[in-house]
């Protein structure tokens, strides 16, 4: 019997309906052809992936003992699974240039998951993933929200997000000590044109670093005396910009 290691943030679902709700939401959504499962484990989403033809499904697997779990319970997998770290994974090894990203991401590395797919968001136009909930609220949340905030901000520049639905912890095995919750991500299509992208998040995380000043106070040492066009917007604090305004200001400031 293979045990979650909790050392890779590891709960393992095992309701049948709510894996299938997951996999039916993500399949009846996606717009690519080749979609890849980060972290399949034990293969809840996995039979249902793998069960509809119309999609060219890989997975990629860091925990030894899954992929060999994976390649006993179905055979056709062992030709497009990968056993690495996604973290690490070359896109490029798809030999697709657009793919759907589904998984029950490790809790403690989904943020660094978040980041990997905004960073192959080129070639990456959706994702349904279930996160632990805390989480999945700051990445849907609005400005004026209190858990509005850099993954919001940073996200929600390039993709749609949808809050879809909350996953009990008895889904689980073994059960989390915090709550769950699937969203959904989809590229805009017509993302935004920033002048310069590592500006922009240094002062999206300088702003929210230090939430309780003004951004002209926060922001100061990306300023040097320069008075941008979207100057009324240095009298509020991080969490009261929208992504739009928060782009406003970036692109004011590189300018």
């Known amino acids: ?10 709960h393992f679902l ?3 309906n709510m894996a299938r709700k997951i996999a039916e939401t993500f399949l ?12 399949p484990g034990l293969g809840a989403l996995t039979k249902y992936l793998l069960a509809n ?15 060999e779990h994976l390649v ?8 497009v699974l990968f056993h690495e770290d996604f973290l690490l994974f070359d896109f490029s090894k798809l030999k697709s240039d657009s793919v759907s990203v589904v998984g029950n991401f490790p809790y403690n590395i989904s ?4 980041f990997k797919v905004y960073e192959e968001r080129n070639r990456v136009p959706f994702m349904v993933g279930m996160f632990q909930k805390e989480v999945a609220q700051r990445i849907a949340a609005l400005h004026g929200n209190k858990e509005y905030g850099i993954l919001s901000v940073l996200i929600q520049v390039f993709y749609e997000v949808t809050y879809l639905f909350e996953v009990h912890e008895q889904c689980f095995s073994p059960p989390p000590k915090v709550k769950s919750a699937v969203i959904q991500l ?4 017509n993302p935004p044109v920033l002048k310069n992208e590592s500006l922009f998040r240094a002062l ?4 929210f670093n230090q939430r309780r000043k003004t951004l002209r106070n926060s922001l100061a040492q990306f300023l040097h005396g320069k008075n941008p066009v979207s100057v009324s917007l240095l009298s509020r604090r991080a969490e009261q910009l929208s992504v739009n305004e928060w782009m406003d200001l970036a692109n004011d400031v590189a300018s």
């Open 53 to 67: 033809s119309k999609f060219t499904y890989h997975a990629v697997e860091a925990d030894s003992r899954m992929v």
């Open 72 to 79: 006993n319970l179905f055979p056709a997998i062992r030709a």
């Open 28 to 39: 009846s959504r996606c717009p690519t052809v080749s979609i890849v499962e980060v972290g």
């Open 186 to 189: 989809a590229r805009k299509k």
């Open 204 to 207: 999206v995380k300088a702003g």
């Open 111 to 114: 943020s660094q998951i978040l």
């Open 1 to 10: 019997m293979i045990t979650a290691k909790k050392s890779l943030g590891q």
């Open 14 to 16: 095992h309701d049948e």
